[in-house]
C-alpha cells in the first residue's frame, strides 16, 4: 500500500510562511506623522476598527479609508467619506492625529468638518511622555 509522503509540503509550508513573516512588516502604510506627547488614556476596546484622520505638517489630510490611505484629500473628500462611513456603521470612532508641527488652527478646521459630517465626538491620538 503507498502512502502520501507529507515533507515536501511542510517544507513548502514553511518556507511560505517565512516569505509571509518577512514581507508582512513592509506592506503597512501609513503617513509619518509627529505625534504631540501627551499622558493619556488607552480607549477602551471596540468592535468596529476606527477610523483615523491624520494632519501632517504641511496641513494635508489623509484618512484611512480606500484604497490609497496614503494619498492626501481635500475637505470635501474627507466630509464625505466619513459621512458615507457613519452612515453604514453609525457608532464608528474617530480619531485626529496631528503632526506635533501642524498649525492648530488647521486641526480644529479638521475636526469642525468632522463635526460637519456627522461624527458626535472626536478623539485625539497622542503618543505617552519619554520618561
Do not use: C, H, W
Amino acid at each position: 500500500m503507498s502512502e502520501i509522503n507529507v515533507v515536501p509540503y511542510i517544507d513548502v509550508m514553511l518556507v511560505l510562511l517565512i516569505i509571509f513573516m518577512v514581507t508582512a512588516p513592509l506592506i503597512t502604510q501609513g503617513v509619518k506623522i509627529d505625534l504631540p506627547q501627551a499622558p493619556s488614556e488607552v480607549l477602551p476596546p471596540s468592535d468596529d476598527e476606527p477610523v483615523v484622520v491624520s494632519v501632517d505638517a504641511a496641513g494635508l489630510v489623509y484618512v484611512d479609508l480606500g484604497e490609497t490611505p496614503d494619498q492626501a484629500i481635500d475637505d470635501d473628500t474627507l466630509m464625505t467619506r466619513i459621512a458615507a462611513v457613519l452612515r453604514y456603521k453609525p457608532k464608528t470612532d474617530v480619531l485626529v492625529e496631528g503632526d506635533r508641527g501642524v498649525d492648530y488652527g488647521r486641526v480644529v478646521e479638521v475636526m469642525t468638518l468632522l463635526k460637519n459630517a456627522g461624527v458626535a465626538s472626536v478623539g485625539l491620538i497622542t503618543e505617552p511622555p519619554a520618561e
